[in-house]
């Protein structure tokens, strides 16, 4: 059975840094693309970053580009997020999300396997 389990979530300030895992088993984690998405509450699920097979093939939403990067490391089979300069509005449950395609993708419903969310909250 597939497991994605995030790690890394907690409580800070406006302005820290965290750095969310998630460790896959996967058995050809490799060959996934990895995507983070988020969900605040009262509000859908968005985007926030997606890394495919090639860890130079990246993307990111508008509202974390520059603060946020995704990276992976196929060894021990997980995805990395750090998230730099937080702020309140970045307060929601992130989610990880495997894509068996290998290519970056912005789209929820492109992934096969989601975790079960870590949450994030940025008091101001």
Same mark, same amino acid.
Request: proline share 2%.
């Given at each position: 059975?597939?497991?994605?389990?995030?790690?890394? $979530?907690?409580?800070? #300030? /406006?302005?820290?840094?965290? %750095?969310?895992?998630? +460790?896959?088993?996967? *058995?050809?984690?490799?060959?996934?693309?990895? $995507?983070?998405?988020? #969900? /605040?509450?009262?509000?859908? %699920?968005?985007?926030? +970053?997606?890394?495919? *097979?090639?860890?130079?093939?990246?993307?990111?939403?508008?509202?974390?580009?520059?603060?946020?990067?995704?990276?992976?490391?196929? +060894?021990?089979?997980?995805?990395?997020?750090?998230?730099?300069?937080?702020?309140?509005?970045?307060?929601?449950?992130?989610?990880?999300?495997?894509?068996? +395609?290998?290519?970056?993708?912005?789209?929820?419903?492109?992934?096969?396997?989601?975790?079960?969310?870590?949450?994030?909250?940025?008091?101001?």
């Amino acid at each position: 059975q597939v497991q994605l389990v995030e790690s890394g $979530g907690g409580l800070v #300030q /406006a302005g820290d840094s965290l %750095r969310l895992s998630c +460790a896959a088993s996967l *058995r050809t984690f490799s060959n996934y693309a990895m $995507g983070w998405f988020r #969900q /605040a509450p009262g509000k859908e %699920r968005e985007f926030v +970053a997606t890394i495919g *097979r090639r860890v130079d093939h990246t993307s990111y939403a508008d509202s974390v580009k520059g603060r946020f990067t995704i990276s992976r490391d196929n +060894a021990k089979k997980t995805v990395y997020l750090q998230m730099n300069s937080l702020r309140p509005e970045d307060t929601a449950i992130y989610y990880c999300a495997a894509d068996s +395609a290998g290519l970056p993708t912005t789209r929820g419903y492109d992934h096969d396997h989601w975790g079960q969310g870590t949450q994030v909250t940025v008091s101001s």
